[in-house]
């Protein structure tokens, strides 16, 4: 019988296959197992940790050569676990303490997890999946079970919690979706997921006990929505989706190579949001002209321990060169929020999004911010890189920003290592202090990004991750629009480029508003770039500005949304499917 759940959607696309079950359990080889001695026992723990250590370097090494470093320094912690003395000694009390090597594997692994998780962060949450992960790994050696056997044909990998390691080490062309029970958007599982564009549902809950191993399912990652075992009439209704998504998807491709130009020819750059240099060839496919916004505190999350100046140069010398002779920012790492380090060692703050983060911390910690600096102007002799500061309320933080770059270039070159002079140095304008005194900020800067992700929760006081608030969330509030228009007016006022990077970017109707208000480039996702091109190639700047003008009189958000819609709804391909 079919049956259809719904989760949390968070990497979109409709997947169909077969499922296999990733994240086994147990408890049935558990009790089936025989223990030796303790000493034997010792001894077979000691062996499934080289074994699983030398997979895990073979794998590791795999990974970097093909460049998935964010994927190999999400291993290279789990070999870090594996090989963790103090892992080793708590095993060793284990076995003594139930007798058995896979059990004392286990509990030793689950003991230390424990320890993450009561911390109560999400942060935290997902290194306590990391450590269970190793200890599964180690204990199914013992165990004698098999990972998950691969065959030519596209599976959905479902499990409670899905070990990292298992997805990043299956060929993505074999895994069509992901459906986990628990899980979080910032889970490495889902980081991996998203590098990959892996349809991915999670938060399943219970009901991932309807799912079994070779079933059919069909997943859609963008409502969420799981069909279980489908029945020839669902089946035809998705495979009509997936017709119209490809057909859609080449409607799109044909739009690749044109420029996001006005009919009366006004011309926006396109550029695309990144996590890690990998991602700078999927941007290319969808047209990106560049990149807006790489938000480098991927770099410093995929790592136990502060990266290296050498390790954040190869990194952003690589998205630099790949964007060719186009623009690629680099934000300096915006951390704290919903983003923390544990080896910072931040306090836990009542209100980590009006805490110690982002720029608050690079000004306080040069030993942080100088070499993320030094590394940006390195990489930008290999193309057009620009420097991005997150979270400025105030001129004096970046007259502090401009200094240090000078001290950088100091240190460069009393270090005999060539730079750019050329890279250009812009802020976010994310916070409603940022958008006010706009006009005081930008004769320092190259150039201002708005981040409406930020800028909207912190103008109407709505936390951008409260579901029960999301209806209040919304961009087109004339608070809003105001502190947007005066940014760029600012901007322009001072001669200065200005675009956007937050997600608003990614609504074509906006992106017609912020047209009209002399928006130069928008930021977003690489998959939503098509749909905002087309939808600036249907229209007149005058048009542009004469919505502008009829929605400046406007008092509800709400309102303004529904009539871009219905000014608008005839140019949007993605809005008649
Ligand atoms: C923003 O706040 O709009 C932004 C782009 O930054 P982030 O989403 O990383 O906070
Ligand atoms: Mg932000």
């Known amino acids: 019988m079919a049956e259809t759940i719904r989760g949390k959607g968070v990497i979109s696309g409709i997947a169909v296959g077969q499922v296999l079950l990733a994240g086994q359990n147990l408890d049935g080889y558990l009790a089936a197992y025989k223990p030796g001695t303790v000493d034997e026992e010792q001894a077979k723990a000691n062996e499934a940790i080289s074994a699983v250590t030398e997979v895990l370097l073979s794998t590791i090494d795999r990974l970097r050569k093909e460049e998935q470093t964010e994927q190999a320094a999400i291993l290279e912690a789990h070999r870090m676990m594996v090989q ?39 942060y935290f949450a997902a290194r306590a999946v990391d450590l269970r992960d190793v200890g599964k790994r180690i204990a199914k050696y013992v165990l004698g079970v098999k990972e998950p056997e691969i065959g030519s044909s596209q599976v959905i990998l479902v499990g409670e919690e899905i070990e990292p390691s298992v997805v990043a080490g299956m060929p993505t062309e074999q895994i069509a979706g992901v459906i986990l029970g628990s899980g979080s958007a910032t889970s490495h599982v889902v980081i991996i997921a998203k590098a990959r564009a892996i349809p991915t549902v999670l938060g399943i809950g219970d009901k991932i006990d309807l799912i079994h191993d070779g079933d059919e399912v069909i997943l859609d990652g963008s409502r969420g929505d799981i069909v279980i075992r489908p029945t020839e009439e669902e089946r035809s209704l998705y ?95 915006d951390i704290g929020g919903d983003k923390p380090l ?54 004096s933080e970046i007259q502090r920003v401009q200094k240090l770059v000078e001290q950088a270039k100091v240190e460069l070159a009393h270090e005999g290592k060539e730079y750019s002079d050329d890279v250009q140095v812009g802020i976010m304008v994310e916070t409603p202090a940022a958008a006010v005194v706009s006009s005081l900020l930008a004769p320092y800067v190259d150039f201002f990004s708005i981040g409406t992700n930020d ?121 008649k499917i």
């Open 342 to 395: 544990p080896y910072l060692n931040i306090d836990p703050e009542e209100n980590p999004f009006l805490g110690y983060r982002a720029l608050r911390i690079s000004l306080d910690r040069h030993d942080l911010f100088l070499p993320q600096i030094k590394a940006i102007l390195r990489a930008g002799l290999y193309g057009k890189a620009a420097m991005m500061v997150p979270m400025v309320i105030s001129v």
């Open 239 to 333: 495979e009509t989706k997936i017709e119209e998504q490809k057909k859609l998807a080449a409607h799109y491709a044909a739009l690749k190579d044109l420029p996001a130009v006005t009919k009366d020819g006004v011309r926006v750059e396109l550029t695309a949001n990144i996590g890690t240099h990998m991602d700078v060839d999927n941007a290319l496919t969808y047209g990106a002209e560049g990149v807006g916004l790489f938000r480098s505190e991927f770099i410093f999350m995929g790592s136990t321990t502060i990266p290296t100046e050498e390790d954040q140069f190869k990194a952003y010398r690589a998205a630099v060169e790949k964007c060719g002779g186009n623009i690629c920012v680099i934000r300096t790492m």
């Open 84 to 122: 963790d003395p103090m892992m080793a000694e708590n095993i060793a009390a284990k076995i003594a303490a139930t007798g058995s090597a896979p059990q004392g594997i286990l509990d030793a692994a689950n003991e230390q997890a424990q320890l993450f998780e009561q911390m109560e962060d999400e």
């Open 455 to 575: 800028l909207i929760q912190y103008t109407l006081a709505v936390d951008r991750g409260n579901a029960q608030i999301a209806h209040l969330y919304n961009p087109f509030n004339p608070a809003v629009l105001r502190l947007i228009k005066r940014t760029i007016e600012s901007a322009r006022e001072a001669g200065i480029w200005v675009g956007m990077c937050g997600e608003m970017a990614s609504d074509p109707y906006a992106a017609v508003l912020l047209l009209g208000m002399g928006i130069s480039e928008l930021s977003m996702s690489a998959p939503s770039i098509p749909r905002v091109k087309e939808m600036i190639r249907s229209v007149t700047m005058e048009q542009a500005k004469q919505l502008l003008d009829d929605v400046m009189k406007m008092e509800h958000g709400v309102d303004i949304r529904a009539y871009m819609h219905k000014t608008l709804e005839a140019s949007d391909a993605s809005a």
